[in-house]
């Protein structure tokens, strides 16, 4: 009987488990860094303006690690040696940012916030290429990268609502210092055994060494991962909810727990989604999963706002169902990756794995940059007052469920419409391209096999 699957069960455990670590100092990072630095007493503009400088980092630092991966030739892997070094950095990094010395004046609070922040960037950089790349070296089976994918989907479920369940009921208690440290050593723990298990079974052939130029080549000739994370960056430039979110908890429902109440009603349903997505991929394509999902999840935000936030049963009811519809687009972003990853390699010839999954990591990045950046500023313009306990006018209050709700609509929904009509790789297709790209298949047979047939291969 042939063996399905190439990695053994300890690679897959240590594989997705790395994902929950890594969402320990995320999660902190992602989900808390304004909330800790407004109530540090760093002005709302100000907070605007370091994400911004930080992620001017980010967009030259992601994009050029992508090239560094491709190109580095390590001692022990092509991507394990940068997950090892990283690990560390990464902790370190987490508790510098909330150690923030409180006696300082807002210059230098801010300095200290924007180098830590860039550093823990660089950090997270460092891990989040090789992570996403590196299933990609330890199975060519797509069945079971897939598989990888979806379940680490929910590991990083689980560390998320971990830290953000936690955070809430420990800061007010330990304070932001003493939470950063625990669960960056966490973290750690769970992300340090992929250095040492991870097998690299199918690496860059090594006949060719494309140059930075063939590299960048590469990547701005795969349209359709240009296409799909083009359209990511146009749906974050009003997506304003995760800014808020705190806000909204503490100003609109009345308590710093409803932040944990309502990652828990956003994050639970996840579970049902990671289940479905499964069982609905074995029929339907994942571009169209993505589709139905978006658009739902656009329709249920307006009802929400609609439906204001006097009503706690149906705000909660409709979030959970909301939810299972976000979640279910989330878990298949980094299938679409590996598509495009499997189409860039077709197209050109170079397997250049690191370059694909840092536009995925980047992107990440800069939309949570931007959003909150936007965010940010749009709480100076409308009367935000910073500090721990801060009382806020009513009129803000309400821009808090605004931008919670029905902002977030405008940008997703000319992204969801941009994609509709520009990304063109059905799942069908990028799996042929993989047998092509595995020897499997020769390259006339898979041209022949192709659903979609306005593909410009080209050079």
């Not at 710093?256 to 074995?282: C, D, F, G, H, R």
């Not at 990591?361 to 500023?377: D, N, P, V, Y």
Request: contains cysteine; positive net charge; glycine residues 8%.
């Amino acid at each position: 009987m042939k063996k399905e699957y190439q990695t053994g069960w300890l690679e897959r455990c240590s594989y997705e488990f790395y994902f929950l670590g890594q969402l320990f100092s995320y999660g902190i990072v992602a989900g808390f860094l304004t909330l800790f630095m407004t109530e540090s007493g760093i002005p709302a503009f100000v907070v605007s303006g370091i994400l911004l400088v930080a992620k001017i980092w980010d967009a030259i630092n992601d994009p050029l690690f992508g090239i560094v991966v491709d190109k580095a030739h390590l001692k022990g892997g092509k991507y394990k040696p940068w997950l090892k070094l990283s690990t560390i950095l990464i902790a370190v990094t987490t508790i510098l940012i909330f150690v923030l010395p409180q006696h300082l004046g807002v210059p230098l609070k801010a300095a200290w916030i924007l180098v830590a922040y860039i550093l823990w960037d660089a950090a997270y950089t460092m891990c989040d290429v090789p992570i996403f790349a590196l299933a990609t070296t330890m199975t060519n089976n797509i069945k079971e990268r897939d598989s990888m994918y979806l379940i680490k989907g929910f590991f990083t479920f689980v560390g998320g609502l971990i830290v953000i369940v936690l955070i809430p009921f420990m800061y007010p208690t330990i304070g932001w210092g003493a939470s950063a440290v625990i669960l960056a050593l966490v973290g750690m723990v769970f992300m340090f055994p992929i250095g040492f298990v991870a097998k690299e079974r199918h690496n860059v052939e090594k006949e060719v060494e494309p140059s930075i130029k063939e590299l960048l080549k590469y990547l701005l000739n795969n349209k359709p991962l240009l296409v799909f994370y083009g359209a990511s960056i146009i749906s974050c430039l009003t997506a304003t909810g995760g800014t808020v979110s705190s806000y909204v908890a503490i100003y609109c429902l009345g308590s710093e727990k409803w932040i944990s109440y309502l990652t828990l009603l956003s994050t639970l349903p996840m579970l049902v989604s990671i289940l479905a997505v499964q069982l609905v991929l074995k029929k339907v394509d994942k571009f169209t999963i993505w589709m139905i999902a978006n658009f739902v999840n656009i329709a249920l935000s307006i009802l929400q706002y609609f439906m204001g936030y006097g009503n706690i049963t149906a705000l909660c009811v409709v979030l959970v169902i909301k939810s299972i519809f976000t979640s279910g687009a989330g878990v298949l972003g980094t299938m679409f990756t590996a598509d495009c990853a499997e189409y860039g390699h077709f197209r050109s010839g170079m397997r250049a794995q690191g370059m694909a999954f840092s536009i995925q990591t980047f992107t990440a990045k800069i939309t949570g940059a931007l959003s909150g950046a936007i965010g940010m500023f749009i709480l100076g313009l409308i009367g935000f007052v910073e500090g721990s306990g801060a009382a806020q006018t009513p009129e803000t209050i309400q821009w808090f469920w605004k931008m919670w709700t029905i902002v977030p609509v405008i940008s997703g929904t000319i992204a969801a419409v941009f994609l509709l009509l520009a990304y063109k790789l059905p799942s069908q297709d990028a799996k042929v391209m993989a047998q092509a790209n595995a020897g499997e298949i020769t390259r006339e047979e898979a041209i022949t096999q192709l659903k979609y047939k306005g593909y410009d291969f080209s050079q």
